[in-house]
């Protein structure tokens, strides 16, 4: 059905129903905001303009939001970008140079680095936070290691060059203040192997 037809068959002053994105991805702004405990039920609802009782027609329970926003995370953050980059048809050097860049391309990284803080501290006093973080870390590490494999690194200064390359990618999208560009590019370079 369109939305156009569902909006004519809401009542006047009825809110609309939230997608699951929606949900999720203001429950990861609490999240980033102020942390585990601010994952709250009846605070989402309020800030996407709802009830509580939509929240538990969505679901079971506050821990059931905070599985199903580990698994979203998860997904969203890496599983789908691993796929997508991975579907580019370019050479190794391209290759190598996209994933060197990656984490200045989204308009909202800084926003999701925010909430990947989040996650990360969530998961010093949660196994399933950690158990996630682990995963994506793993995810991530093994697609640029497979990127850095196919620029003739191996071994040793594969794995390396792949671990700086995630290194570089998160604290440029954590630590505050605006780098050169010429500095970023000569870090680039040295990760790459072309300085």
Request: proline share 3%; with cysteine.
């Amino acid at each position: 059905m369109s939305e156009q037809v569902n909006a004519e068959r809401r009542r006047p002053g009825r809110k609309a129903l939230k997608s699951e994105k929606d949900w999720l991805e203001a429950a990861l702004v609490l999240l980033a905001d102020g942390g585990i405990e601010a994952v709250r039920v009846e605070p989402l609802a309020q800030s996407l303009g709802v009830t509580k009782g939509s929240f538990y027609k969505r679901y079971d329970s506050r821990d059931d939001l905070l599985v199903s926003m580990l698994d979203y995370w998860r997904r969203e953050s890496t599983l789908k970008v691993i796929e997508l980059l991975s579907g580019i048809e370019e050479p190794s050097e391209a290759k190598l140079a996209r994933v060197l860049e990656i984490s200045g391309r989204r308009p909202d990284a800084g926003e999701r680095a925010r909430m990947e803080m989040a996650i990360r501290l969530w998961g010093h006093s949660d196994r399933r936070a950690a158990a996630t973080m682990e995963e994506v870390d793993a995810l991530r590490l093994k697609y640029f290691r497979s990127v850095v494999l196919e620029n003739g690194f191996d071994g040793a200064e594969a794995e390396a060059r792949a671990f700086l390359i995630y290194a570089l990618g998160v604290l440029e999208a954590v630590i505050p203040g605006e780098r050169s560009p010429e500095m970023m590019e000569a870090c680039r370079a040295i990760v790459a192997g072309k300085a």
